[in-house]
């Protein structure tokens, strides 16, 4: 069976989900349309080097952005939010060591000490307050101990190796993140309450 499309060509009946112009991801719709000139409508799709060998370089560690303090970081207690400003700086340290292939040994082991520091801190603060969450907090205090330990042997093998310096690094944001916000700020309103604050 043959139908005139609209342009009036005749052709077999090609459901829209085996038609392989409909299969193309937007990005390779957009060169297959993209005039030969180029056009600003289409540079965000554009290929960024004909060269294959640029086009298989795996993304390195000068892509790891920094972290920022974000209010909604903050726990209203200042010896607390001290302590995680000192590691956001500490991490900012190690990324920016892990963008520039240098050493990152020392750094990372000042940043193990300042986490020891704190974490010693904040159960101090969570005991005295009675923070019923208390063994839970802990627990998961020496999980990230085991954790950034099991880190830092990484980036002690990973070397200049552009890949493994780049994914030690977006763990080790990662890792800070998500206890400041999934577990540190779980205890706040109750200590804030307990402080009169």
């Known amino acids: 069976m043959e139908i005139a499309n609209r342009r009036g060509h005749t052709g077999r009946i090609v459901p829209p989900s085996h038609d392989p112009a409909r299969r193309r991801s937007p990005a390779m ?4 349309l993209a005039p030969a000139a180029g056009s600003a ?3 965000r799709h554009a290929r960024p080097s004909a060269n294959r060998e640029d086009r298989m370089t795996a993304p390195g560690p000068e ?6 303090w ?3 970081l903050e726990t209203g207690i ?3 939010d001290g302590d995680h400003r000192q590691l956001i700086d500490d991490t900012n340290l190690v990324l920016a060591e892990l963008k520039r292939g240098g050493p990152i040994l020392e750094l990372a082991e000042a940043m193990r000490a300042h986490c020891r520091e704190h974490f010693a801190r904040e159960e101090r603060l969570l005991a005295e307050h009675g923070f ?3 063994d839970a907090h802990a627990q998961e205090h020496r999980r990230l101990e085991a954790e950034l330990d099991g880190l830092i042997a990484r980036i002690a093998e990973a070397g200049a ?6 994914e030690l690094g977006l763990r080790l944001r990662w890792l800070l993140l998500d206890h400041f916000l999934h577990y540190d700020l779980r205890y706040k309103s109750h200590v804030l309450h307990k402080l009169g604050l």
């Open 63 to 68: 892509d790891l952005p920094p972290l920022s």
């Open 78 to 80: 200042g010896d607390i």
């Open 29 to 32: 719709r957009a060169r297959h």
């Open 41 to 43: 409508i289409f540079a």
């Open 70 to 72: 974000l209010s909604a």
């Open 161 to 166: 190796d552009a890949r493994a310096r780049r």
């Open 132 to 134: 019923a969450g208390f």
